[in-house]
């Protein structure tokens, strides 16, 4: 049973590029949760997913960022126009509808603006 | 709203010793609540859950938690540190809007385990 997956892993990027990150969901989890983690802080929940329907974001989600998750499976999060301010890692959840607030982690893209 | 405050950011304790970690809640409603540890670079791990069951709920690698309405507390306890226990543990509660089931953290508690 393979986890929760992402990538890129890392991403340094200068300030002012777009850049994407990907997450594969745990097969037949039908929801899909992307939280982000600045240094010495906890997770801080960004957007939610429910199959393809993007149901609830978060204030922290300013314009510079979209996310997508265009068949149900994998998910994408776009920050465009990268500010210094927007390193931090980048946390994707899923779970399961019978289970639905038992969220598993991926491992994480950490992001570094320079 | 739901929110947990996580007492100590960091703590230490010599292996072999009882691993006390804090965490206080509030709710408006009766709470779930989760104990999840990151170790360097990874990403977090699900050690326990409270769900409104059983009060004293026991996770993976020893660890466990009780329930206390009357303190509206969540501590995460060890009888006997290992030195592999050392990480960095959060406390969390879930906020249930629009539908979908949302985690809002604690700041985090780093464990360090000596010799």
């Known amino acids: ?114 | 709203a739901q929110s947990v405050t996580q007492l100590g950011s960091h703590v230490s304790v010599s292996e072999g010793a009882l691993v006390l970690l804090r965490c206080n809640y509030s709710s408006s409603v009766p709470p779930y609540l989760f104990w999840y540890v990151q170790y360097p670079n990874q990403g977090l791990q699900l050690l326990l859950k409270y769900t409104s069951a059983a009060t004293l709920v026991k996770g993976i690698n020893g660890f466990e938690a009780e329930f206390k309405k009357s303190e509206t507390s969540f501590h995460l306890t060890k009888p006997s540190a290992h030195m592999s226990d050392a990480a960095e543990y959060f406390c969390a509660v879930r906020r249930f809007t629009g539908g979908g089931n949302k985690l809002t953290f604690g700041t985090g508690t780093q464990l360090k385990v000596e010799l």
């Open chain 1, 1 to 114: 049973d393979t986890g929760v997956s992402q990538n890129p892993r890392h991403k340094i990027t200068k300030r002012g590029q777009n850049v994407t990150f990907r997450c594969d969901p745990i097969s037949e989890h039908n929801r899909l949760y992307w939280y982000r983690q600045t240094l010495g802080q906890g997770p801080e929940f960004l957007t939610y997913f429910q199959n393809e329907a993007q149901l609830e974001k978060s204030r922290l989600l300013s314009d510079r960022f979209s996310a997508e998750r265009p068949k149900g499976s994998f998910s994408t999060l776009e920050i465009q126009r990268t500010e210094q301010g927007d390193s931090a890692m980048y946390l994707c959840a899923s779970s399961p509808d019978t289970v639905s607030y038992e969220q598993y982690f991926g491992p994480g893209t950490r992001l570094t603006v320079t």
